[in-house]
């Protein structure tokens, strides 16, 4: 069946290093979409790449979305502690299949 | 901001039991969801709702599982007879079309912590 793939699963990066997340699937995408959830809360939708190559930029963020519209990744330039928690790809299979995340911690 | 609402916040339920799940999506939101997440683990979804209707539903979603939208607000997930393997965070979301489709973002709930004891 179609599956969505994310790595790492977590990540300790020292604050002002940067960050990457990566999502790939075994099939092409119509779009895909970007999700954070902090510790003890629910997922908050960052934003969504619908066109092959596209790249999208939110301050620090920079979400990627591969030129096969099979992959994805989400960059984060300078992590600052307020980035800490999971970052999930989301894939329109089955309405809304989540990735299985990649949690972020941040050492001060 | 418009928000979805789910209560309880935390929901402890002896084994065997029935408990039911509350949500108030959005209020001009078509579509309904329940996913669920087991401590630490991924987002699952479980069912998709939409015109008084199931529209889709995961191989989690089993006999024990119903939902149902019983006003115009309130949108329920009840679990039948609660396992030990049920406990996690349920969250409710919801969104105006359905989810995936170009444009179209779900909003989630806070979530309610189930747990079986």
């Known amino acids: 069946g179609q599956q969505v793939m994310q790595i790492p699963q977590y990540q300790h990066v020292q604050e002002g290093e940067d960050f990457t997340t990566y999502c790939n699937s075994s099939?092409?995408?119509?779009?895909i979409q970007w999700y954070k959830q902090r510790p003890g809360g629910h997922p908050v939708f960052l934003i969504q790449?619908?066109?092959?190559?596209e790249v999208k930029k939110q301050k620090r963020l920079t979400f990627q979305f591969g030129e096969a519209k099979k992959n994805s990744s989400l960059h984060i330039t300078a992590t600052q502690t307020t980035d800490v928690g999971t970052y999930f790809c989301a894939v329109p299979m089955h309405m809304l299949t989540f990735g299985g995340g990649t949690r972020l911690m941040v050492k001060p | 901001e418009p928000e979805v609402t789910q209560t309880p916040s935390h929901q402890v339920t002896q084994m065997g039991q029935e408990v039911i799940l509350r949500c108030v999506p959005i209020?001009?939101?078509?579509?309904f969801y329940w996913y669920r997440q087991i401590l630490g683990q991924k987002v699952e979804f479980l069912v998709s709702?939409?015109?008084?209707?199931?529209?889709?539903k995961s191989e989690i979603f089993d006999d024990q599982f119903s939902v149902e939208r019983p006003d115009g607000s309130n949108f329920t997930l009840k679990i039948r007879s609660t396992k030990l393997e049920d406990s996690a965070m349920y969250f409710c979301?919801?969104?105006?079309?359905?989810?995936?489709?170009?444009?179209?973002?779900?909003?989630f709930g806070q979530g309610t912590r189930l747990t079986v004891v």
């Open positions: 790449l619908v066109k092959s190559g």
């Open positions: 979301a919801s969104s105006e079309a359905m989810a995936g489709f170009p444009s179209t973002e779900a909003f």
């Open positions: 709702f939409y015109n008084n209707e199931i529209s889709e």
């Open positions: 209020s001009n939101h078509l579509y």
């Open positions: 099939t092409t995408l119509s779009n």
